[in-house]
C-alpha cells in the first residue's frame, strides 16, 4: 500500500526540478476535486489553484469538476545552476520528530503529509523527515534496516544560526540530550552538539563567536 506516503510528492518535486532545469517557464496540475489527497499534493508543493473547470469530465457516470492548480518558474527556488539539497533524516516517529524540528527551528514545515516532513533552511536547502519503517520497502531488500541502528549516530546536520545557544537551549528543553555546550572550536566556529529524539547529531554554530 503505498497511499499516504510521500511519494507522489517525491515525485512531483523530482519532476518539477528537471523540467524548470530544461527551460520550462509553468507547470500545471489538474486533479478531480472530489480527490482530496490528490488536491493536496499540489498544494503542499507550492503549487497555486488557478481554476475549477466545473463538469468537464466523465468519472464513473457522472459529470466531476477538475481543479487546475500551477506554479511558475519564477516562483521556483532551483535554478538551473544550482542544485537543491534535501537532507533526509529517518526517523522512529515522524509526529513526534516533525514537533521536534517544528519547535527547534522556529518554524513550521513547508510540507507535512504521511511518509514526509520537510522543513526550508534557505538557499535551496531542505531538511526532511522519514519514517524509518518504510525505507526497506523503498528502497528494496539490498538496504540494511535503518530500524536496527536506531539511536547509533552515523552523520550529523549542521545548522549555523544567529544564536546557536538559543536554538539548543530549545533542543535541550524538548527532550534531546546535549553532547557538548556551544564554546569556540579550532575551525572558527562557535558551536554545541545534541543527540536529537532518534539519536542524529545536531550541532548548531555561529562563525567567529
Known sequence: ??????????????????????????????????????????????????????????????????LVFGKLRSGQAVSPSRLRTNFILYVQ??????????????????????????????????LGLMPEKGIKRLLGSALPDPGAAHGVPRAEVYLSVDDPEAFQRRALQLGAKELSPVIARDWGDSAGYVLDPDGHVLAFSTAGK
Open 93 to 126: 516517529d515522524q509526529e513526534k520528530s516533525a514537533k521536534f524540528y517544528t519547535a527547534v527551528l522556529a518554524q513550521e514545515p513547508r510540507l507535512h503529509v504521511p511518509g514526509m516532513t520537510e522543513f526550508a533552511l534557505g538557499d535551496g536547502c531542505v
Open 1 to 66: 500500500d503505498f497511499e499516504g506516503q510521500g511519494y507522489m510528492s517525491e515525485a512531483v518535486r523530482a519532476l518539477e526540478d528537471v523540467l524548470f532545469c530544461l527551460g520550462f517557464n509553468r507547470i500545471e496540475i489538474r486533479c478531480s476535486s472530489s480527490n482530496r489527497r490528490s488536491a493536496n499534493v499540489p498544494r503542499a508543493n507550492g503549487y497555486r489553484l488557478e481554476g475549477w473547470l466545473a463538469q468537464n469530465a466523465m468519472e464513473n457516470g457522472k459529470y466531476r469538476d477538475t
